[in-house]
């Protein structure tokens, strides 16, 4: 007790005298603004790099990053701290609480933002599912910063040993490839369930398949959206992984253990996994790895497949002179120069067509083949009303309710039919309650 | 999030109603207030800083978790409608909400019975162990020394359907074993891990209650031909009976509020919901899911099940417990 009490106001201490020191020279000329960021591990020293570089390459502003947990706990962290007042200028929050952030009240819009500043971006330049996604009323809301998509990861030997040049690229394909696989006894399994298989098999499945998740455009055109994704071809798609999983061709890990793992030690022939696994299965794999593009129904024409990852938000109530700093920073993190060492550094996808270029015009992609595939098929077709993105209140928790149904339906509790209805309807309970709060806003 | 910190806080309480009411029977008529405190500003002042402490992480929080009940917010708190008792009626309307309240219940219960049985039989055999007592009673210690998202991710990793080593074990034995897929397997697991982690509280105050049965009366109950067996229920236990009956209710506590670590790091609650406590429910619903209406009138339930539960337990189990052994 004695000793953590002492720690503790050691600590206390030693921050009271940094802050003392640091004061003098803030208060000079540079301002302070405050990013709250979810990238852990590699990708947080990435994220330092980034921030570095952007106080190095001007004297005004210093950009102070803080990793604040998972995307969970920074959404939730940046609640509370903006309850009590002391919300940072900038935050990154995932994909999924879009409208959340949105009809918060507690933001601004980043491209009026940047507009009002006068910084010269070019809005039409941003890869389409990636703008789409944050689009409201033609502009954006938030800045893209990390943003990827679902590919298909494979073993390169087991395809071969079993007499195939890859995987198919219809799912009818691919399911006959990996029975193939696994009756031969090349591998104990033929793919490893993620931990986000619903983003990478349910709602990619929806928009490359051009199947609508929910009315009204997704959710685009209006809040009273309903969930409709239980009478689609979600349905033979779950009835697919049903079987799989009953059949040992698709194994669950589990907690303790990472599903990538299973990949990437060759137990599993292929994993549904964002193109951001570059960065780990370049380091972990002791396999001949490639990936390609997700598979999609036989006769059916695919469509672009959708995004994950996050953006950056701006939040209200900050000092007026602050905002520049903020604009600056949101502009530089857009150019593309950093876009393109960023999108290397770390998988995820170029955000703009302009990084996307300089890339190949580098031979980045000749070098690195698979790092092509997620932005080829983000940009594949003009996205639909199915493909665009979806803009459902509250959803990371229709999210979890899906994944629950879900997991009932792999234990044999429900039909692949009855968990998809039981989802929808506690989806739907979930969106009209955000309806009701948010009436009239959207 | 001030529900789960109030539910936490909350707990020293129970202990002390047991401590008072065991105070209050040997103290008799005498009065021990009035013995001791001639000043009677001075217990007062005594107590303030727990009150502060009290005020300040139970009364708050739990005034604010019941005003949050009963609106529904938007969660940076821009927009709050006031929808009386909607939240609750949504709860008892939904039939994930009422499996989680069963799978509370079967949880809680197994585990205490568990946890309890398991602690008797080492208690009582720890007289019967000579050599190496002091190795014995370490080793059935350690498990409390041991952080609860540790302890469940050494279970989940020992059960892992693919590769723990238990499972190996499982599996030669005939037994398929998929914690992962099956929530019946899941929710073993989870209850056994909760109990193994809670063994040694329990043992600890069997041990000591142990300590204090007279020897005498069991070696006269042995010299009459009674077996250890006889001896413990005969004789033992219902010496033992209060110490057993606040262990109970320790359990049960635990079983409701402090278990959400061990079921984070086991299952989340998974699979399709099986292992979903309530309390592991108000942090998702809270927490993830940042619906903070439905969290905090889940946490008020919560609350309403527990003292429920306890006043029970005093009504049905505590009139069998004779404190003037």
């Known amino acids: ?113 940047l507009t009002e500043k006068k910084k010269q971006i070019d809005w039409s330049d941003f890869i389409k599912p990636v703008a789409s996604y944050y689009l409201y009323k033609g502009k954006l809301m938030s800045m893209p910063f990390n943003s990827s998509a679902p590919i298909l990861w494979y073993n390169k030997e087991h395809f071969e040993k079993a007499g195939f040049k890859e995987p198919g ?41 051009d199947q609508p998740f929910g009315t009204k455009a997704n959710g685009y ?32 890990a589990g907690q ?26 370049e380091r972990n794999a002791t396999i001949k790895w490639s990936a390609t593009y997700l598979p999609w129904e036989e006769g059916t024409t695919p469509r672009n497949s959708s995004i994950g990852g996050a953006t950056l938000w701006v939040m209200k109530g900050q000092k007026a002179e602050d905002y520049d700093g903020v604009a600056d920073f949101l502009a530089f993190v857009a150019s593309p120069d950093l876009q393109l060492w ?42 639909t009303a199915n493909s665009q993105g979806f803009h459902f209140g509250n959803y990371t928790q229709s999210t979890f309710a899906l994944r629950q149904e879900l997991e009932a339906v792999w234990a044999n509790k429900k039909t692949p039919q009855e968990g998809l209805d039981d989802a929808v309807r506690r989806g739907n309970d979930i969106l009209r309650q955000f309806e009701k709060l948010h009436a009239g806003k959207y | 999030m001030q529900a789960s910190t109030s539910v936490a806080t909350e707990l020293p309480a129970t202990p002390r109603v047991a401590g008072k009411r065991r105070a209050a029977v040997a103290g008799g008529t005498a009065g021990l207030k009035r013995a001791h405190y001639r000043n009677s500003r001075l ?94 009673r370490s080793i059935v210690l350690l498990p409390y020394a041991i952080a609860p998202v540790i302890a469940g991710i050494l279970w989940a990793f020992m059960f892992n359907a693919h590769v723990g080593p238990m499972t190996y074990v499982l599996k030669a034995l005939g037994v398929a074993w998929d914690p992962t897929r099956n929530g019946f397997d899941a929710f073993l697991l989870v209850t056994f891990a909760a109990a193994w982690k809670h063994i040694c509280y329990d043992y600890i105050f069997l041990v000591a209650a142990l300590l204090a049965v007279p020897a005498s009366l069991l070696e006269a109950a042995a010299v009459d031909g009674a077996g250890p067996g006889l001896r413990f229920f005969k004789i033992a236990l219902p010496m033992i009976g209060p110490t057993v009956f606040f262990l109970l209710v320790m359990n049960f506590v635990y079983g409701f509020f402090e278990t959400f670590a ?38 008020v339930l919560l609350m309403i099940f527990a003292v429920i539960l306890t006043m029970l337990q005093f009504r049905y189990v505590e009139r069998n417990v004779n404190y003037d052994v």
């Open chain 1, 1 to 113: 007790m004695d000793k953590t009490k002492r720690a503790f106001v050691g600590g206390l201490l030693a921050a009271a005298m940094t802050a003392g020191i640091a004061a003098p020279s803030c208060a000079q000329q540079r301002t302070e603004i405050q990013f709250w960021h979810a990238m852990g591990g590699v990708l947080g020293e990435r994220v330092d790099e980034v921030v570095k570089r952007y106080n190095d390459s001007q004297t005004r502003f210093t950009v102070v990053a803080t990793n604040k947990g998972n995307y969970d706990e920074v959404i939730n962290g940046t609640i509370a701290a903006y309850r009590a007042k002391k919300a940072p200028h900038v935050v990154q929050i995932y994909e999924r609480g879009f409208m959340t952030m949105l009809l918060s009240d507690a933001i601004v819009p980043v491209q009026d933002l």
């Open chain 2, 262 to 299: 061990i079921v984070d790091a086991v299952t989340k609650g998974g699979p399709g919901g099986a292992t979903m406590i309530l309390v592991y429910k108000v942090y998702l619903d809270g927490f993830v899911h940042i619906d903070l209406g439905s969290s905090a009138a889940q946490s």
């Open chain 1, 342 to 383: 960023w999108s290397k550094v770390t998988g995820y996808v170029p955000i703009t067509n302009k990084a996307y270029e300089a890339a190949k015009k580098e031979g980045y992609y000749t070098a690195n083949p698979t790092r092509e595939i997620a932005i080829l098929q983000l940009n594949r077709g003009t996205p």
């Open chain 2, 43 to 136: 217990p007062f002042l005594l107590l303030l800083p727990q009150l502060l402490v009290l005020l300040l992480f139970f009364f708050i929080p739990a005034v604010r978790a019941l005003v949050q009940a009963f609106v529904i917010t938007d969660p940076f708190g821009t927009t709050v409608h006031f929808v009386w008792f909607d939240n609750f009626r949504a709860l008892l309307a939904s039939p994930e909400y009422r499996s989680s309240v069963w799978v509370t219940l079967w949880f809680t219960l197994t585990q205490n019975v568990l946890t309890l049985g398991v602690a008797a039989v080492l208690a009582f055999a720890t007289d019967r162990v000579i050599r190496g007592r002091g190795l014995y």
């Open chain 1, 256 to 281: 303790g253990l990472s599903p990538e793992q299973l990949y990437t030690s060759g137990k599993c022939s292929t994993f549904f996994a964002s193109t951001a696994a570059h960065s780990s299965v």
């Open chain 1, 221 to 252: 055109d209006g809040l009273d959206t309903v969930f409709v994704y239980n009478k689609t071809k979600v349905v033979e798609q779950t009835k697919r992984l049903k079987k799989w999983i009953d059949d040992g061709i698709m194994q669950i």
């Open chain 1, 169 to 209: 690229p219809t799912w009818q394909e691919l399911d006959k490839q990996l029975y193939a696989i696994k009756s031969k006894g090349i591998a104990e399994c033929g793919s490893s369930l993620a931990g986000d298989f619903f983003w990478s098999l349910i709602e990619n499945y929806s928009t490359v398949n």
